[in-house]
């Protein structure tokens, strides 16, 4: 009997920096850590993990950035009805309401000024990064006064803010990073976010923690923005 040559298969030995991608990555999906057509958003991975009413009333704050591409196409694509969309910018505003049609209505407004007919059963603030703080500290302060017990928000969010300003490969310039760092500090306890920390930081603010996902599902420039998702307490 002839011996079968033994082949030797080829170690698949992954870099040291995707391990500690997936290991990030599973640290800050206590939410939906499997799910399947995300298309590298973490948006978008969020919203297929929410069930709101048969035609929730969504408030896309800050909407008109990338015209909807983040966030605006997404919720009309996993819901149905009408988006209301804020845009400080009227050209933004103007691009996103040609674009987007009669889904979606469009009010160029800074959301400072802005109150809603309605309540929004869900509510998405995305604006610049710059005005995280603003975001945190005045735009969901106001609208905690607003929103119905259980109503959901998802809201951008720096977790990382040494690898979003000072990493090797910065995704901000270092310029903003001080007044990120100190308002991370103030709000969470550390400019570093974990979900516990996240959880007990809105806990204090009236919020309940659903969850901390990366912007990209790990797949984008850098491990540092993502979104965090919570409810109405
Ligand atoms: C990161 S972009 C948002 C991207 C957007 N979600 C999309 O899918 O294209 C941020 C947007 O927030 C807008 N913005 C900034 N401050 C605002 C404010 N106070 N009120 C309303 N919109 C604001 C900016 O003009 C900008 O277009």
Redesign the pocket.
């Known amino acids: 009997m002839t011996k079968r040559p033994t082949t030797k298969r080829p170690t698949t030995k992954r870099p040291a920096t995707k391990r500690l991608t997936i290991k990030r990555l599973d640290e800050l999906l206590p939410l939906v850590p499997t799910v399947e057509d995300h298309r590298n958003s973490g948006f978008r991975a969020i919203l297929k993990s929410i069930s709101l009413g048969p035609v929730p009333r969504i408030l896309?704050?800050?909407?008109?950035?990338?015209?909807?591409?983040?966030?605006?196409v997404h919720l009309l694509d996993l819901f149905p009805g009408v988006v209301d969309a804020?845009?400080?910018?009227a050209e933004?505003a103007d691009v996103l309401q040609k674009k987007l049609g009669d889904r979606v209505r469009v009010i160029n407004?800074?959301?400072?000024d802005y109150v809603p007919g309605a309540p929004p059963d869900l509510l998405v603030v995305?604006?610049?990064s710059n005005?995280i703080p603003m975001q945190y500290l005045e735009v969901l302060p106001k609208f905690h006064g607003l929103l119905p017990s259980g109503a959901k928000v998802i809201s951008l969010i720096i977790y990382d803010c040494e690898a979003c300003y000072l990493g090797e490969k910065p995704l901000l310039d270092k310029a903003g990073y001080s007044d990120q760092s100190a308002f991370m500090r103030s709000y969470f306890g550390a400019e570093r976010l974990t979900p516990a920390k996240a959880a007990s930081a809105l806990r204090k603010h009236g919020w309940r923690f659903l969850g901390l996902v990366d912007k990209w599902m790990g797949a984008g420039p850098g491990l540092a923005v993502g979104w965090l998702y919570f409810s109405r307490e």
């Not at 896309?60 to 605006?72: I, K, N, P, Q, R």
């Not at 407004?109 to 400072?112: E, Q």
Request: net charge negative; no cysteine.
């Open positions: 896309d704050v800050g909407a008109g950035g990338f015209a909807g591409e983040t966030t605006t804020v845009e400080l910018n933004r407004a800074d959301v400072s995305d604006l610049d005005t």
